[in-house]
């Protein structure tokens, strides 16, 4: 079965921190994609990024960071120095391969971030 | 470029009411998705159009919803009659092209907040 843990489900820090966002995968296939999703209070998901199994580099853009280990099956998502913009619901998510269709996306619960000045 | 639009943003019915929810995908994007987010927990998969077919339809939770995408532009999602389970939020997503492996981001909308009373 396919599954994605967030285990975290709100997080508070001051700006300027560092935050991690933690996210556990599960899949029987070999070929997937993973990604992360903003919701901002305006509620829309805004894509961040994606990222196919094949490709374990991390990725850094900006002040947002990710790590993906397979090793591991974790994809987390790393804010640098956080800024009050920041806060919003972020979703893991994992999209379906040969098992559960490639156009289906699996998401996390989400994990709550709250960035105060 | 217009994003993903979703109409209404709020609605409200009794039980037993049928209530009628409305995307409109980005201009030029064949694969249309229909999610819900059910009292704060994942967001899940309902179905994905390509174009005007029904790709997948595997995750529409009964026979009481029925989507379609007639001409293959926007796409409409009843609910008839709807139940208090029913409450939640409805995203709607579309992406680019089609392809087997699921490649393309899928970009959302703001959701409809449906609320069963």
Same mark, same amino acid.
């Given at each position: 079965a396919q599954k994605v843990t967030q285990a975290q489900t709100e997080i508070s820090v001051v700006e300027k921190e560092d935050v991690t966002l933690d996210c556990v995968y599960e899949t029987r296939d070999t070929t997937y994609y993973l990604f992360w999703y903003k919701q901002p209070p305006s509620g829309e998901l805004v894509f961040l990024i994606r990222r196919n199994s094949f490709d374990e580099q991390n990725e850094i853009s900006g002040r947002y960071s990710w790590n993906f280990q397979k090793s591991t099956s974790s994809f987390n998502f790393t804010i640098t120095?956080?800024?009050?913009?920041?806060?919003a619901v972020y979703f893991c998510a994992l999209s379906g391969g040969v098992s559960g269709g490639y156009n289906k996306l699996i998401f996390g619960a989400g994990t709550r971030l709250a960035v105060h000045p | 470029e217009a994003g993903v639009t979703q109409f209404p943003s709020h609605s409200v019915i009794e039980k037993g009411q049928t209530v009628t929810l409305r995307c409109d995908p980005?201009?030029?994007?064949?694969n249309l998705y229909w999610y819900r987010r059910v009292m704060g927990k994942e967001i899940k998969f309902l179905l994905h159009f390509v174009k005007e077919s029904?790709?997948? !339809?595997?995750?529409?939770?009964?026979?009481r919803f029925l989507a379609e995408r007639t001409g293959g532009t926007y796409s409409t999602l009843k609910v008839q009659?709807? !139940?208090?389970?029913?409450?939640g939020v409805y995203f709607c997503a579309s992406s680019q092209g089609i392809r087997r492996e699921g490649l393309n981001e899928q970009y959302f909308g703001p959701g409809t907040r449906l609320t069963v009373t």
């Open positions: 120095a956080s800024q009050v913009v920041d806060s | 980005i201009s030029g994007h064949d029904k790709q997948d !339809e595997s995750g529409m939770p009964n026979n009659p709807a !139940e208090l389970e029913d409450s």
